[in-house]
């Protein structure tokens, strides 16, 4: 599945999100970089509150108080700083250009509006259409992310609707303005494992269709393995290891990445115990002065406590952070 993607859509540098609470400053995203490539599908995987969804959040510019980017960082989509824009700029950019599956469609669906006028809103807002030409637009979005009888549909409100046709409906609207990056933040929580399935390779479709480039955040390793060209393992707010999706299952490098890899259950572990990572993530609002990792990793040396580990490249478009592998490859 892991193709090489020449030009770049998405170049984010040294991105940190901090939040500024009574408490302290927690720093839930502390200098990630990364790229996305056109037609290509981003994983990013990590722990609950490692900084996978404040990341896509970023992107969208829906980072609000008491959060706040900080300055230098860089979110570059094509020539434009996403980190700096106004917002009447970045909504211009938001469900247009990108546009954004969230996690729980029952809340992120307004339940006074009817699906088919949350779908027409983002069309009339990005593009010189009548209401008509934008119902009929609806309509065709809907019938084209497999929901049946959909000139029906557009006039149900989502209460009236499974929670499978929801993030259809959600997934619709994503696509409404034919977005060049899709992020999709957990797509098939609360879904049973059959509407999973089918939500994944609606997905698939839609980007072999349309050519959108689709930036996934999940837990799921499975999920992974079935959608990604690409990863990126998070940890702490910082991106530790990033491979194409082969490369990344068959030769993990960050201990990290070794640990989530060791605890996804199979067919071989027959009635074994799964491994598990010993510990907790660092408190954001106080983190370690060394490697976020370290007083969980089994390989921990000394200098791991008391300063951050470099980039370093090991493999084509395969990097990591972690002081194991300082000697083996170049910085890029």
């Known amino acids: 599945m892991e193709q090489v993607k020449n030009k770049k859509i998405l170049d984010v540098q040294d991105l940190k999100v901090y939040f500024y609470t009574q408490r302290g400053v927690s720093k839930a995203v502390d200098g990630n970089n990364f790229r996305m490539y056109e037609n ?8 609950s509150g490692c900084g996978k969804s404040v990341t896509a959040m970023s992107i969208l510019g829906l980072v609000d108080e008491p959060g706040k980017i900080v300055e230098g960082s860089k979110i570059m989509y094509g020539d434009t700083n996403l980190a700096t824009v106004s917002d009447d700029e ?29 779908i027409t809103e983002n069309i009339l807002l990005h593009e010189d259409v009548s209401k008509e030409e934008a119902n009929e637009r609806a309509v065709k979005l809907l019938e084209m992310v497999g929901i049946a009888r959909p000139e029906k549909i557009v006039t149900n409100y989502p209460h009236q609707l499974s929670g499978g046709m ?18 999709a933040d957990e797509p098939t929580t609360a879904l049973d494992v059959t509407i999973q399935a089918q939500i994944l390779k609606l997905m698939n479709d839609l980007k072999e269709k349309t050519g959108t480039s689709i930036m996934l ?18 940890y702490a707010g910082k991106v530790v290891e990033t491979a194409p999706v082969f490369e990344i299952f068959k030769n993990p490098k960050h201990p990290y990445t070794k640990g989530l890899m060791a605890s996804m259950p199979s067919l071989s572990t027959g009635g074994e115990r799964l491994e598990t990572i010993e510990g907790n993530v660092p408190n954001p609002i106080n983190l370690p002065e060394g490697c976020y990792f370290a007083d969980r990793c089994p390989n921990c040396m000394e200098k791991c406590k008391k300063a951050q580990p470099k980039d370093v490249k090991v493999a084509s478009r395969h990097h990591v952070s972690c002081f194991l592998y300082e000697n083996e490859g170049g910085n890029d």
Do not use: W, Y
Request: aromatic fraction near 2%.
């Open 40 to 47: 290509e599908t981003l994983a990013i995987v990590g722990e």
């Open 166 to 183: 929801r993030q259809r409906v959600m997934i619709a609207m994503a696509l409404a303005c034919n977005p060049k990056l899709l992020i």
């Open 217 to 234: 955040i999940t837990h799921d390793l499975g999920v992974v393995a079935q959608m990604a060209d690409h990863v990126n393992v998070m």
């Open 90 to 118: 970045i909504r211009k950019i938001r469900g247009n250009d990108i546009s954004m599956i969230f996690q729980e469609p029952m809340t992120s669906l307004n339940p006074v509006f009817t699906v088919g006028r949350q």
